[in-house]
């Protein structure tokens, strides 16, 4: 008997170590390059390039190695294969020429699983039905009309926001803060946001602070690189636990502002705005309860990157001071000091033009790409790739490409009055393979390429173009002689996770004369008639 149960314990332990070792090496098999794929830094086995793919500012990292490989290089995050594309030519030749198959979303465990199941945020959702039916949506309501007939409270938010700054200059930060959200509840909602403090412009804030915060990759562990890590329990991975409250937090505010819209609607209260339009056309647009709610919350993205890009432009203007004076030279021609420049006068200011390009290309929000997903395998450049690679345009590394701009590290607006995409060899005006309809070459990346890309970028330039245009027309802009000078280095002076913006700064907004101050004090009385129509 003891004979029997030694002899089984022992064919046992012997089966054990079979699989453990049949394990072993599918994971070390995993950890490599499958074979034709892109080059990149030696991997370890198992975990491949995990070891070397920082949790935080991925992208500096991405420009290393594009300097060191290639316009294309190959990664394995443990038996993920990851592809990083390095140059606009590659990005537009496979997330633009090829979108078919280069469309789709990895799949996100935090993103689609605990924040956002059942395809119901169209940043997350996988190419498919789902995805498809929500880009419709979207698509109709930023149809240019649409986004035009917005201009009337955007140049009101703005002119709010100048006089903020003229009056509380030591809040600027949380002055542009508002009129990014308060935007979004206008364009979106059909209601105010007249002060960052008042409650709803708080809940928007903090539920998109806290979403996107969650999908920072060091939010978690690397579940989507390591599945079993998802079956960890509860109380162990508080990551599930802080997914929920942020579900909870947002399912209850998007649905809560949709009802206060739908409730003014019924009243014939009704104030034109992107809900109002899905809820007249919900039967026909193919979306579920949810997912309406949810296209709500989609927006609210926007007022991240917004801000983000004005601070940013901000801190250009204190660093880079004879852009500040060529661009007021343009705005005193054209607009002299009696009145504001307005969405009116944008197509007349092309310095500011390029001044807002340059701005996006020297800072942009989302600086390591948002990764698209290949769905089948594919050929490119010589190189083989999977079907199931997670694949990231590294906005970082295009626009920073010292072969397509002259020191791109500088902030110069002058390279896009020189050449329509900025490139320092001017290849854009020579060679009709470079025309942007033929080649799909795009001025900036910071929206994103193909079929995912950014369907708000108008909505935003005109935001972006406003502000920019009504800041630098009113205001001196400098360092905020009390403190320290404000840090520009993206390592140290810009956040981490899935938005890149600057952390807190001051600064002074010096009024350019009297007159340019009683200006700004009509134009904000002007703009109440325009907010009468958005309060509750």
Not at 492 to 515: L, N
Request: net charge positive; with cysteine; hydrophobic share 40%.
């Amino acid at each position: 008997m003891d004979v029997s149960l030694t002899s089984i314990a022992g064919k046992l332990v012997l089966a054990s170590l079979a699989v453990l070792i049949l394990v072993l090496a599918r994971y070390a098999a995993a950890g490599r390059r499958p074979r034709g794929f892109p080059p990149g830094p030696p991997t370890l086995p198992v975990i491949g390039n995990i070891h070397q793919f920082p949790l935080k500012k991925p992208f500096i990292k991405f420009h290393e190695w594009g300097k060191q490989y290639g316009a294309v290089v190959g990664l394995k995050l443990g038996p993920q294969n990851v592809v990083v594309l390095n140059t606009y030519k590659s990005v537009k030749d496979l997330f633009d020429k090829r979108g078919a198959i280069y469309s789709s979303r990895p799949d996100s465990y935090v993103g689609n699983k605990l924040l956002c199941p059942g395809d119901t945020h169209i940043l997350l959702a996988p190419y498919g039905q789902g995805w498809r039916a929500l880009r419709r949506a979207v698509q109709a309501m930023l149809n240019a009309t649409a986004v035009d007939g917005l201009l009337p409270v955007q140049d009101a938010e703005a002119s709010q926001t100048l006089f903020e700054l003229m009056t509380t200059p030591e809040r600027a930060f949380t002055h542009i803060r508002r009129y990014s959200i308060a935007l979004i509840l206008a364009s979106v909602f059909g209601q105010r946001g007249a002060s960052f403090e008042a409650p709803k412009v708080q809940a928007l804030y903090h539920a998109q602070e806290r979403f996107t915060g969650m999908l920072a990759p060091e939010a978690s562990p690397p579940v989507d690189i390591f599945p079993f890590l998802r079956y960890i329990p509860g109380f162990l991975a508080p990551h599930k636990r802080w997914a929920a409250e942020v579900r909870r937090e947002q399912r209850t505010l998007y649905a809560s502002l949709l009802n206060e819209t739908m409730a003014r609607a019924r009243k014939q209260d009704r104030v034109p705005c992107f809900m109002d339009k899905l809820l007249e056309v919900k039967e026909k647009s193919g979306l579920d309860a949810q997912q309406i709610v949810y296209t709500g919350g989609f927006w609210c993205a926007g007022s991240d990157t917004t801000s983000a890009t004005l601070h940013s432009f901000v801190l250009a203007m204190i660093k880079y001071p004879e852009v500040l004076r060529r661009a007021q030279k343009e705005l005193d021609h054209v607009c002299g000091s009696s009145r504001s420049p307005s969405s009116k006068d944008i197509k007349n200011l092309p310095y500011l033009q390029a001044v807002m390009t340059e701005t996006l290309r020297w800072r942009p929000v989302t600086p390591n790409g948002v990764p698209h997903m290949l769905i089948q395998d594919d050929t490119y450049d010589g190189y083989f790739l999977p079907k199931g690679t997670m694949v990231f345009a590294s906005t970082w590394s295009i626009h920073q490409d010292m072969s397509e701009y002259d020191r791109p590290e500088e902030f110069i607006p002058e390279r896009f009055l020189h050449d329509k995409f900025g490139s320092k060899d001017r290849r854009s005006k020579a060679s009709p393979d470079d025309d942007d309809d033929q080649s799909h070459r795009r001025v900036t990346y910071a929206f994103g390429a193909g079929r995912r890309m950014c369907h708000g970028q108008r909505l935003a330039e005109n935001s972006l173009m406003i502000n920019m245009s009504k800041m630098a027309w009113a205001f001196d802009i400098s360092a905020d002689p009390a403190t320290a000078p404000p840090d520009l280095n993206v390592e140290t002076g810009y956040s981490d996770g899935f938005v890149m913006g600057p952390h807190p700064f001051s600064a002074s907004f010096a009024i350019r004369s009297r007159e340019h101050g009683e200006t700004v004090r009509r134009e904000y009385e002007e703009a109440k008639l325009v907010f009468q129509r958005y309060e509750d």
